[in-house]
């Protein structure tokens, strides 16, 4: 989701100075007017202008659990949400591996849609209500995840984005989904905020809910 280089001060040209001549009364009013507007005009353009960090800022659009959120670029709708103790991970050799956390395991099942160009999910993270962030899981390979896919115009794909995190900070919870064409990355990129819906109640029935073991396959 530039550097602005001093001004240069020109050099005071040489020659001889003429003393400045007093203002006439009318004058005055004039000046002081004009200074009023001045001053009013630069209050409103430092108001207004865009800081280096307000430049670089991602473009957000928001929704909840079910909305389809159209973003500029891809369409995103978080369609479930899950807790698991632990996550279960088909294994290179054909046998599963289980991957555990100190916390609690956060699924959501995701769809997603690019609007014009096919679209990469490079971002996928938690966005808590007291501000911290979680990544999604390093636990999980990215296969099994909607990371791996090619997000294509005109159809969905699916996948779940999996999190660690502290079951204190599943209440306030949002997902944020950033993509983007092929491997480049730009900036103030278009993002995908989701409210994940969980109050205080929700949150602890979730646990509650959370299955002791989650298992995964390759999804679309």
């Known amino acids: 989701m530039g ?4 001004e240069r001060v020109a050099a005071p040209a040489r020659g001889r100075r003429r003393a400045p001549s007093r203002p ?7 000046g002081l007017v004009a200074g009023l507007a001045f001053a009013a005009a630069a209050v409103w353009a430092q108001t207004f202008a ?8 991602p473009l957000t659009w928001t929704g909840g659990v079910g909305d389809e959120v159209r973003a500029s670029r891809v369409w ?24 555990t956390t100190t916390g609690v395991f956060l699924i959501v099942d995701l769809a997603a849609q690019a609007t014009r160009e096919p679209q990469k999910v490079v971002w996928l993270e938690v966005l808590t209500a007291d501000g911290h962030r ?26 779940p984005a999996i999190f660690e995190l502290p079951v204190s900070e599943l209440a306030g919870a949002r997902i944020v989904v950033s993509s983007v064409r092929g491997f480049i990355v730009e900036p103030s990129l278009p993002e995908v905020e989701i409210d994940l819906g969980l109050d205080e109640a929700g949150a602890a029935r979730l646990v509650s809910e959370a299955k002791d073991v989650y298992p995964l396959g390759n999804k679309k």
């Open 3 to 6: 550097t602005v280089a001093p």
């Open 24 to 30: 006439r009364r009318w004058q005055r009013p004039v």
């Open 50 to 57: 865009y800081t280096r960090d307000d430049r670089g800022a």
């Open 76 to 99: 995103v709708q978080a369609r479930a949400v899950h807790a698991a103790k632990a996550i279960e991970v088909p294994g290179t050799s054909g046998k599963p591996q289980t991957a």
């Open 134 to 159: 979680y990544a999604s899981t390093d636990r999980v390979p990215e296969t099994q995840t909607i990371k791996q896919f090619f997000v294509q115009p005109g159809w969905w794909v699916s996948g």
